[in-house]
């Protein structure tokens, strides 16, 4: 089904799928925060916007985001971080970029209105960032997603608070394959950027997108407040306030980020074969996304060892933690909505994952204390991100595959050490496949914890001329049901002023398998 409807204002029409086509996120997300955010699915919400020259586009917009589940007067309410995914045609884009052009950057600015009592205050969402996308062949839609850090919000009183979208602004622009952040006189085509597209809501359209209830008696006053209803927060010259003592603060800046990535940007090659695939139907169309930045993230776990009844740290925080390498979002494989299977995304990021060895001591057969030392060897790992399906049939996923093989050393058994030589390690490389939950795991950016069994090989190499430990080690170790726990902090990309530098530390994840 293709069809077609006017748009008010101009020449340009939007089709039907778009809107459905609209019900994508880019991935999937979570990063450290409050235990109390509430997650929302994304309001989907359309947007009319006005062409540089003449006439108007019409555009779909997502928002998804993470809301506190309840505030209090005269703390700060954290929403966020931002998904907001804009849906537009490819013919109405041809009135806004230069010709020939392949592959666009966006940035977003999303007003957000505060209200509370019967009283308001703007924040202003800006500086979303969408990474160099390809756009689509002719007739396609494309999906820009940008994402993002928003201002915090303190209210001075009790009394629900309600975020509706407001009008939205859009600076897109042609990039080059081999850099996507160059000026515009960069462009191959040495056409100059395009004017920001302002966009309004459609009519008819509230723009809702959450309440966050604040407990207390009406008219009850911020402790320390300087009057009736206002928090008492000294100005800062960026925060806004409301009349009602609604104040919208910007989060600060991060730290200088030129060396928050101290790693080499990640080789191999990516494999998504492990994710979720399309259901049968057309054939996807995939694109490698040129220029991307390289980026760095944390992600630290637990390893259980199933036989042993025990678990070992991964990456501990609390030593010298290694960062990942990360190139996000740099494939994209895509079926529209109206094609024969249905809609599919999948976004795919390449990483390395150099992980510090790891030490723990375990009981052997429930009595013997033996302590050893654990090295990984770990292939590229492909973190794929999307959703089959749109509207109420929409599945999300997010999974994480490499390669990794275990080398055993510095082995003791209750204090004596036990020589295994050089080579103890398992007989062949394992698959580790990791799988993250909606909402809590979102897209790669914003990070989240992600969790999977693997089956550990038999061993080989271990011990010594006069004496083979293999099987010693096959029977204790090796085996199904080994489960990985790990949790992914925010990505930061240094050329990129729209994510977090240096990169969040996020906590150890629980040593018990998440439940439904």
Same mark, same amino acid.
């Given at each position: 089904?293709?069809?077609?409807?006017?748009?008010?204002g101009?020449?340009?029409?939007?089709?039907?799928?778009?809107?459905?086509?609209?019900?994508?996120?880019? !991935?999937?997300?979570?990063?450290?925060?409050?235990?109390?955010?509430?997650?929302?699915?994304?309001?989907?919400?359309?947007?009319?916007?006005?062409?540089?020259?003449?006439?108007?586009?019409?555009?779909?917009?997502?928002?998804? &985001?993470?809301?506190?589940?309840?505030?209090?007067?005269?703390?700060?309410?954290?929403?966020?971080? %931002?998904t907001?995914?804009?849906?537009?045609?490819?013919?109405?884009?041809?009135?806004?970029?230069?010709?020939?052009?392949?592959?666009?950057?966006?940035?977003?600015?999303? &007003?957000v209105?505060?209200?509370?009592?019967?009283?308001?205050?703007?924040?202003q969402?800006?500086?979303?960032? $969408?990474?160099?996308?390809?756009?689509?062949?002719?007739?396609?839609?494309?999906?820009?997603?940008h994402?993002?850090?928003?201002?915090?919000?303190?209210?001075?009183?009790?009394?629900?608070?309600?975020?509706?979208?407001?009008k939205?602004?859009?600076?897109?622009?042609?990039?080059?394959?081999?850099?996507?952040?160059?000026?515009?006189?960069?462009?191959?085509?040495?056409?100059?950027?395009?004017?920001?597209?302002?966009?309004?809501?459609?009519?008819?359209?509230?723009?809702?997108?959450?309440?966050?209830?604040?407990?207390?008696?009406?008219?009850?006053?911020?402790?320390?407040?300087?009057?009736?209803?206002?928090p008492?927060?000294?100005?800062?010259?960026?925060?806004?306030k409301?009349?009602?003592?609604?104040?919208?603060?910007?989060?600060?800046?991060d730290?200088?980020?030129?060396?928050?990535?101290?790693?080499?940007?990640?080789?191999?090659?990516?494999?998504?074969?492990?994710?979720?695939?399309?259901?049968?139907?057309?054939?996807?169309?995939?694109?490698?996304?040129?220029?991307?930045?390289?980026?760095?993230?944390?992600?630290? !776990?637990?390893?259980?060892?199933?036989?042993?009844?025990?678990?070992?740290?991964?990456?501990?925080?609390?030593?010298?933690?290694?960062?990942?390498?990360?190139?996000?979002?740099?494939?994209? $494989?895509?079926?529209?909505?109206?094609? $024969?299977?249905?809609?599919?995304l999948?976004?795919?990021?390449?990483?390395?994952?150099?992980?510090?060895?790891?030490?723990?001591?375990?009981?052997?057969?429930?009595?013997?204390?033996?302590?050893?030392?654990?090295?990984?060897?770990?292939?590229?790992?492909?973190?794929?991100?999307?959703?089959?399906?749109?509207?109420?049939?929409?599945?999300?996923?997010?999974?994480?595959?490499?390669?990794?093989?275990?080398?055993?050393?510095?082995?003791?058994?209750?204090?004596?050490?036990?020589d295994?030589?050089?080579?103890?390690?398992?007989?062949?490389?394992?698959? %580790?496949?990791l799988?993250?939950?909606?909402?809590?795991?979102m897209?790669?950016?914003?990070?989240?914890?992600?969790?999977?069994?693997?089956?550990?090989?038999?061993?080989?190499?271990?011990?010594?001329?006069?004496?083979?430990?293999?099987?010693?080690?096959?029977?204790?170790i090796?085996?199904?049901?080994?489960?990985?726990?790990?949790?992914?902090?925010?990505?930061?990309?240094?050329?990129?002023?729209?994510?977090?530098?240096?990169?969040?530390?996020?906590?150890?994840? &629980?040593?018990?398998?998440?439940?439904?």
């Open positions: 089904m293709n069809v077609q409807r006017p748009v008010t101009g020449r340009h029409s939007v089709r039907l799928t778009l809107v459905c086509a609209a019900a994508l996120l880019a !991935g999937v997300m979570s990063g450290p925060g409050s235990a109390a955010d509430a997650r929302t699915d994304p309001d989907t919400l359309a947007y009319t916007c006005g062409l540089p020259s003449s006439g108007s586009l019409t555009a779909v917009v997502q928002v998804a &985001s993470a809301y506190p589940a309840s505030g209090t007067v005269g703390e700060p309410m954290q929403p966020g971080p %931002v907001l995914t804009v849906g537009i045609s490819r013919s109405d884009l041809d009135a806004v970029l230069p010709a020939g052009t392949t592959a666009v950057v966006s940035t977003a600015t999303l &007003s209105e505060v209200g509370q009592n019967g009283q308001s205050a703007e924040a969402w800006a500086n979303l960032v $969408a990474p160099s996308t390809p756009l689509p062949s002719d007739g396609d839609d494309i999906h820009l997603a994402v993002g850090e928003v201002p915090s919000i303190t209210v001075g009183a009790p009394g629900e608070v309600a975020l509706s979208a407001g939205l602004t859009l600076q897109l622009r042609s990039a080059t394959a081999t850099d996507p952040t160059a000026e515009p006189s960069a462009d191959p085509s040495g056409a100059a950027a395009p004017e920001a597209l302002t966009c309004e809501l459609a009519a008819g359209r509230t723009g809702h997108l959450a309440t966050v209830p604040v407990p207390g008696a009406p008219g009850t006053p911020s402790p320390g407040a300087s009057g009736p209803g206002n008492g927060e000294p100005g800062d010259g960026k925060s806004v409301g009349s009602d003592g609604i104040t919208v603060k910007p989060r600060t800046a730290a200088d980020p030129a060396n928050a990535c101290p790693v080499e940007p990640p080789t191999g090659k990516l494999d998504a074969s492990d994710a979720p695939q399309a259901p049968a139907g057309d054939p996807l169309i995939e694109s490698d996304v040129p220029g991307v930045r390289p980026g760095c993230a944390y992600a630290v !776990g637990l390893a259980n060892v199933r036989k042993l009844n025990g678990a070992m740290i991964i990456n501990d925080p609390k030593r010298k933690p290694a960062l990942i390498s990360v190139l996000a979002n740099a494939h994209t $494989a895509r079926r529209l909505p109206t094609s $024969a299977g249905g809609y599919y999948r976004l795919d990021s390449l990483g390395n994952l150099k992980l510090p060895d790891a030490e723990s001591t375990f009981l052997t057969f429930g009595f013997e204390p033996v302590s050893a030392k654990v090295e990984f060897e770990n292939g590229p790992v492909t973190i794929s991100t999307g959703n089959i399906g749109i509207l109420t049939n929409v599945v999300y996923f997010a999974t994480a595959s490499f390669k990794q093989s275990l080398r055993l050393y510095d082995v003791k058994v209750n204090g004596t050490p036990l295994v030589g050089k080579n103890c390690r398992t007989a062949a490389p394992f698959k %580790v496949v799988n993250g939950k909606f909402p809590k795991y897209n790669v950016l914003f990070g989240g914890p992600m969790e999977g069994e693997v089956t550990i090989p038999p061993f080989s190499g271990c011990g010594t001329a006069d004496e083979n430990l293999d099987s010693l080690f096959t029977a204790s090796s085996g199904p049901g080994n489960l990985v726990s790990l949790n992914q902090g925010t990505t930061c990309i240094p050329e990129d002023t729209s994510t977090p530098c240096p990169p969040t530390m996020p906590e150890l994840p &629980s040593a018990a398998p998440e439940k439904n």
